[in-house]
Each structure stands twice: as C-alpha cells, then as structure tokens.
C-alpha cells in the first residue's frame, strides 16, 4: 500500500526511517523501546503503508472552508505530512483551517472500537499513539478505492442515478476492515504480547462537505459498523481519537509554535445566539494552540488562532455512557507521559495502566475507551482537582497547563452487536475561527495556578455555532422527515411583565402553533442536508489581448429546485475578478438580480410582540399589482416609513437585492443570445437543436446563456474570475440570502491572444519581462509571489520568466549560450482551455540551481515548426 497522492520529493515530506518492530514476548515488555519522537514514530507507520498492498489512499475535502485529507483506513490526516490535493493539484497537510492558510490543525485522527469477546478484550483501532498500529485495511483495488458523488449539476462528480445517493457537495465513500492479521501490515502490540486479534468489522463510512457560508466550516462523516463475524460483540464501546497538533508549515516540529505547545479541551454548553437566555449543548472535544502564536506582540497570517474539534452528532443509542480524555505522550520518556485520572473508588478501582497517560495494549484501550471520565481542559492541569476525585497535579503540571503535545479521546457505549447488525455513528469534524481574541492575552493574563481570567478571554462562540450547525444539518430541526407528525424540539422565549425574556431550555409540547417557537433540535431521523444557494453556473473564459470575456450558461442555476422550498429559488449572479486565489482577493464587478420586493406585514395581534413580519418569499410587481387589485402600484413608493393601506392591514416593500434586472445595457451582464426571449421547458426533450449551444461541455438552452466583458487588463499577470449564483433566502426559517462561493468555480486566465488564434494565424511566440532584472523588485510590484503556496517563499523562488503566444501542445528547451541545456518545460494542453497560451519558467535548471546572470536562447518545438529567441537575466 502507498501514499498514492503524496509527492515524494516535496520539501515538507519527512524521509522514511525503516523500523522493524519484533514480536516481544510477553517476558520482555519492560525492555520494549518505545520510539524517542514523534517523527521517528511516524517514520514507522508511513513506511509500513507506503509499501503494502492492499493501498491506503488518500483524498481532500477542500469544498468548504476545511481543507481536510481522508484515508481509506479508519482514519483521517496524514500526519502532518504533505499531501497533494488530487481534485486541486494543491499542496495542504492534514488539515488546513481556515482554507488556504497554511495553518495545520491535525497530525492524524482515527476511529476506535472495542468489545468483549468470549474472555478476551480486543481494540480496533486506524492509528495509536506511537502510530505503530494499522488495524483497519480497505479491499484490494479497484474495490477499495474512493467513490464520490455530489448534489452540484456543476461537479464532475454529479450522479443523481448512483446507488449511493450524495447528500452534500462533496461525498466522499470508503469501505474498510479490521479483518487483517498480517503482522506486517497491522503492526504487533508490544504491550500485550500478541498480533493484532481482529472483531470481524466492516466499517462504510461517508464524508460529506458543503460551501455554503453557514455550513462551511464543518465536515460530516457518518459510519456504518457492522458485525461481519460469527459472535456477538459485547460490551462495544467506540471512539474518535484525534492527535490535534496545530502549527503553521513553516513551524514544523516540536517547540514554540510547533506541536509542544497545543491545549485540549470540551465545551459542553454555550448561550444560544438567539439570546432569551438559551443554553445551546454542543459538546465539542477540541483542539487549538496555547496562544495563537503571536509575532512580535501581534497577529499575522501564521498565527493560528482558531480551534477545530469533534462533535458527535448520532450514536447508536439514547442512553449511553460518554467519556472525554486526554493525555500527553512522553515517547521514551515515562516522566512526560501524562494524562489526568480519577481516583479508584468503590466498585471503580484505578487502573494502573504502566503509564499515567498513555493507554498501551488493547486492555487499557478499551479501559479508557469505557471508563466513564469527563477530563478538565488542559489550561487547568495546574489547579488542584483533589476535592473533586481527581488525582492531585503532577510536579511538571504547569508546564503542561501551558500546552504539549497532547491526544484525546471522545468514545460512547456499551452496547452489543449482533452478527451481521450495523450500528451508525455520525460526528463532525468542525472548526471556529479566532478563540484567541488579543495576542497579548496569553503573556500578560495566563497563570497556570489561576487560568480563569484568561480563559474567559477565549472566544468559542463561532466553534459553538458551527457545532450547532453541523447538528442541524445532520437533523433539520423544526423538519418532520419521517411524515410521523413530530418535527423536533422547540423552546419558547417568553416575556415577563418587566420586559425581561424568560428563557426556557426545555423542549415544548409539538403542535403549539406560535411564532415564537425556536426549533433547536431534528426529529431523530437524519437529514444530511442544509439549504443552499443555487448551483454555480457553468463557466468559461474567452481571452484577447487586454480583456477577458465571460461567458456562461445559467440553466441549472435558475431551475434547480431548493430542498426545502420544492421550488427554484434563483434571485441572479455576481461576478468577481482577484489577482490570487484567496476568498479575500475576489472583487465584485457585475451584479445582475430579478426585480421582486418583499411584502412586510405589521403584525398587531394583541397577544403577540407588534411588529413587522416578514412571512413569504418575494413577489414580481405584477403579482402584487394583481395581488392587491391595483394596477399602478409601485412598491417601492411605500417604505416602512409610508405603508401601503389594503382593507385593515398594513404593508411595506423593500427590493430583494439591488434589482439590477436589465440586460440590455452596453455595459455589465448581458444576454449573450438576445434573440432566444422565451424561456424554454426544463425538459431537454423539447429543445430544438436551434435552441441550444454545446459550447459547455454539454447541451444547454441558449435562453440562459449570459456573458460579460472585463477590459483594460495587463496582459503579463493571471486573472482569477468567478460568476456566482444567489438566491432569495428563505424568511420562513429565517435564514439569509445565499451564495456560491467564488472560490469554487473560478478560472485563472492571462489576457492574451487565445491559442486558437495563436496557430491560425502562427503569431510568434514572445518572453517577458526582458530583460528579465533582478533588481526590479517584481514581488513587490504585484507581479510575483502572488499565490498561496508562494507567500512565505523567499524571492528567489518566486521569480517568473514568461512564455506568451504558445501552441496548446509544446516543447519549451532553454539553453546557455554556449549551448548546453538549462530546462526543459512540457506544455501539454491539448484540449486548449484557460492558460493553453501561456507557460513560464522559474529561473531554476534542471540540476535546480538558480540560473545565473547571462544571455540564454529557447527553442519552442510544435508538431508544426520550431521557433527561437533569445532571453536575458541580469543580477
């Protein structure tokens, strides 16, 4: 099995140290040496998985604004390692949050289960704490691969007849087993003496990931765990184990900024944003860096300042037991090997584990994984929790308290499994961004003895309603699924005679019919859906020299139904440009939306709060002039301030959006078909071959094809343009206006001459800058260094010589002028398409060494002439 996505000779990639571990006796256990360091004990399982067969794969999530890799073996992350996106060709490492930050937020996690088999207590597990173990392996491909599917019309991925029905904008599928016992391939646990002894389970597990602004910072996996084998299994207990570090790429390793500095945590409960005195539960088992990691007193883009963790969101019953732990892993050193403990007590003696942290050996796995224990968080690993059951702190404790390199577990059960019964787990992996609020906070206000004050100045409320998020989509709340009558959990925010809400956390009798209701919880049956925008349009880029033409086909956009609504609920598109491929980059240039208005409604009911109700979706003007009977209505004549009077009601309009609604314009979005007026059927069985282009890929109505011009670009630098779609919202469950997200169908283009016109009319091939000057400081002038993964390059490795006016297909040879060969750069672009015209060079030989100082002559060879030029660098 191999590491099929990873570069081998990426920088970030850690050489394979091979360690071959014997199976020791059970005599010997005390003179086991365990690995000295987090990096040696990684060696050991990438080795081990990089040359096995079955193969472990890897893929990305990377809709949303987690970037996260999956593996088809019962875990996720790659141990801190590079990893090359396969849908994006980016390069990210475990987990990146926010997206495109370089800020890492995990070195590997993985799904634990134990049960009691006949006498014997046996553990599952897709990776430990010494990442010695590899229990869950996929079939041999093509059975063991990765399936996808997706609900975007717009995803190559798009396959509404597939068995395996999407839910999200990004599925990802994978199938694995804990039935193998090739020792060379599971590991051999030390500890207790013996291979790995399996209990027979499939594991179907399904990841799913949105763009949609208020899901995009979690992703979702739900497990299907069946009992493939001959005995029950009793007494399950499961687990997410999750080895959170948190660094920037270039902190990699142990110290300061690195790994050696992490917290760990739970947040059981936090105040509802709906305020009333509601107490969300949202019970996230998280992980984040002590500090932030400040520079020189201040944030910047290294700084990771956010926090990202697990929330289980289903399990296989109602009254489980649940447990959080967690714990510090000294390696070769028992001394640093910490994790807090509870005292024994009557009918619950401690377990000497051999260390007080680390849980080695299937039998203290599985101790750990159902020994009822909710730890403190880690910032308080100083404070004496004696009085409480604890045991008392360590010697060291605060320099624990301050952060170290520490794992936890979230595990729930018992339970049992009968042969061929599947169980389901569900959780989110799910983030909030800046806990950390000053960065001065941690230096002036952290006391290990008394952390409280500055705890307090940790912000978890957009952890908290992420996590609720993610819950919601898992179990629409207020959204009867099964048609049984019960749509969830409600509450009621009431008011007391002094004004003051009389918050209310329990749930309320179903069927009470009052605005006032806030549903806070599903009805049990899971959805694994949210409400989004309309899908994306399908886009393409037309370039000429200084300018860029857009063009695309909006017919999914405007006819794709809502999932809740049960209709279309397309309001238009937005067009953006940036200079990189950063969410923030992206500018508005065009916007073009339906011209219809929001009906407000004053709401006097006696025994209500008066105010003003927003209840429907948006109207055309001439539904609501033949709505209200009144042909010269003009809605935007009666704001809130001069109410329209119809019978004993009164009304205010707003428009919806800008209404921006013409298309006739010299200037902005345009019909790109004018002459196609009447909107055609949604059954593509009645387009006449007139009717539609193919100029996407696929048969389209020319009714919905727009274009728009962008103009007076430079020609020398890439343009990342989007067209998005938006829709109304939806008012009945309160949720805004929503979005695609840029980001997600962008194209990077040069403003140049298109190929197509390049080998009609064999225009010459041109370099530039030429001369190409050192000392022209192009970087800082916007030209260079612009992308992501070139931010935190040095200069010399961002520098960029030009090749315009390319055929799709050529052979790029640079020489010195003494005629030896310097680079060879393959331009393969068959199918032309964005940047067909263009390549470039990075000023690095092939023996990569920086070129130096000179006069250099290129050859361009096509299949149907050679050209050649000279350049010249100058130091």
């Known amino acids: 099995m191999k590491l099929t996505s990873v570069l081998p000779d990426h920088p970030l990639i850690i050489l394979g140290v091979v360690l071959y571990i014997a199976l020791i006796p059970r005599s010997a256990r005390a003179r086991y040496e365990r690995p000295p360091s987090k990096d040696v004990a990684t060696a050991a ?85 010494y990442y010695q173990t590899s229990e869950f392996w996929p079939e041999e491909p093509p059975l063991g691969e990765f399936q996808y599917n997706s609900i975007d019309v717009n995803s190559k991925f798009y396959n509404p007849s597939s068995r395996l029905q999407a839910h999200s904008e990004q599925d990802v599928y994978a199938e694995y087993y804990d039935t193998v016992t090739d020792p060379g391939l599971t590991g051999l646990d030390p500890i207790d003496g013996r291979p790995h002894r399996p209990l027979g389970i499939k594991v179907s597990q399904r990841s799913m990931s949105w763009s949609y602004e208020y899901a995009d910072d979690f992703i979702l996996f739900d497990y299907q765990v069946q009992n493939i084998g001959k005995e029950r299994l009793k007494k399950v207990y499961m687990g997410i184990w999750v080895d959170g570090d948190v660094w920037h790429l270039l902190r990699r390793g142990g110290g300061e900024g690195g790994w050696d500095d992490d917290v760990v945590g739970f947040l059981e409960t936090f105040p509802a944003p709906e305020g009333c005195e509601f107490i969300d539960t949202v019970t996230v088992a998280y992980h984040m860096d002590n500090n932030g990691d400040p520079v020189g007193g201040q944030w910047n883009h290294m700084s990771p300042r956010s926090a990202v963790g697990v929330r289980l969101v289903r399990t296989p019953g109602d009254t489980l037991k649940y447990s959080f732990n967690w714990w510090i892993v000294g390696y070769d050193n028992v001394w640093l090997d910490f994790g807090p403990r509870m005292r024994g007590r009557a009918g619950d003696p401690f377990r000497d584990m051999g260390r007080l942290g680390t ?63 599947t169980l389901p787990v569900s959780f989110a992996w799910v983030g909030g961004e800046t806990v950390h609020t000053r960065a001065s906070n941690f230096e002036t206000l952290f006391d290990p003895n008394h952390p409280e004050e500055f705890y307090r100045t940790l912000d978890f409320s957009g952890l908290a309603l992420n996590a609720r998020w993610a819950d919601w989509v898992y179990d629409n709340p207020g959204v009867d699924t099964d048609g049984d009558g019960f749509a969830g959990h409600g509450r009621i925010c009431d008011i007391d005679s002094a004004g003051k809400p009389l918050g209310n956390n329990d749930s309320i009798p179903p069927g009470i019919d009052s605005d006032n209701i806030y549903w806070y919880r599903g009805d049990g049956v899971p959805d694994f859906r949210g409400a989004g925008p309309p899908p994306a349009p399908m886009l393409r880029v037309i370039p000429s020299q200084g300018r860029m033409t857009l063009r695309w086909n909006g017919f999914h956009s405007e006819t794709t139904p809502d999932v809740f609504l049960h209709m279309p609920d397309f309001e238009g598109y937005r067009v953006y440009a940036g200079l990189d491929e950063r969410d923030e980059s992206f500018t508005l240039l065009a916007s073009y939306d339906n ?81 196609y007026s009447v909107r055609p059927s949604t059954d593509s069985s009645l387009w006449t071959e007139d009717e539609v282009t193919y100029e996407h890929g696929s048969r389209l109505p020319k009714y919905y094809e727009y274009e728009y011009d962008i103009i007076d670009l430079l020609a020398t630098v890439p343009y990342y343009v989007s067209v998005t779609a938006f829709d109304f919202g939806s008012p009945v469950v309160g949720l805004p206006a929503l979005e695609s997200q840029p980001i997600n169908n962008h194209i990077a283009e040069f403003a140049q001459t298109p190929v197509d016109t390049v080998e009609a009319h064999h225009l010459d091939v041109y370099v530039y800058p030429q001369p190409y ?55 393969d672009y068959p199918d032309g398409g964005p940047g067909s015209m263009h390549d470039s060079w990075d000023l690095i030989t092939r023996n990569t060494q920086l070129a130096v100082s000179g006069l250099y002559y290129w050859v361009v060879e096509s299949d149907k002439r050679t050209q050649i030029g000279k350049l010249v660098i100058l130091q």
Do not use: M
């Open 45 to 129: 399982q990438e080795n081990r998985i990089a040359t096995a067969l079955p193969q472990v794969q890897y893929t990305a999530h990377n809709r949303g604004n987690i970037q996260l890799a999956v593996a088809n073996n019962g875990t996720f992350g790659t141990f801190g390692d590079a990893f090359i996106d396969p849908f994006t060709g980016d390069v990210i490492s475990s987990c990146f949050y926010p997206r495109n930050t370089d800020l890492v937020y995990l070195w590997v996690g993985a799904f634990w289960i134990g049960a009691v088999v006949g006498r014997d207590t046996v553990v599952s597990c897709g990776s430990d704490d």
């Open 359 to 421: 849980p080695e050996g299937d039998r203290n796995k599985y101790y750990l994984l159902s020994h009822v224990e909710f730890d403190y968080d880690t910032y308080f690993t100083a404070v004496d929790h004696s009085l409480d059951g604890w045991l008392p702190p360590p010697s060291n404790a605060s320099d624990f308290a301050d952060g170290y390199d520490s794992r936890y577990l979230l595990s729930f059960g018992p339970f049992d499994i009968e042969p061929g019964q």
């Open 595 to 675: 011209e219809n208005y929001n009906r407000f409604r004053w709401n006097d009911d006696p025994e209500e709060e008066s105010s003003w109700l927003l209840e429907e979706i948006p109207f055309t003007k001439d539904s609501l002039r033949n709505l209200f009977g009144d042909p010269d209505l003009e809605p935007l004549d009666h704001p809130r301030y001069n109410p329209y009077h119809f019978g004993d009601q009164l009304y205010y309009f707003e428009a919806q959006d800008f209404n921006a609604s013409r298309l006739n314009l010299p200037v902005g979005i345009r019909k790109a078909y004018p002459e």
């Open 773 to 827: 000057r050192v000392d022209a400081q192009y970087r800082s002038r916007g030209l260079e260094g612009r992308l992501l993964h070139e931010r935190d390059r040095p200069d010399d490795r961002v520098r960029r010589i030009h090749f315009a006016n390319l055929p799709n297909v050529c052979k790029i040879r640079i020489y010195t002028i003494d005629g030896d060969l310097v680079r060879v750069l393959e331009h």
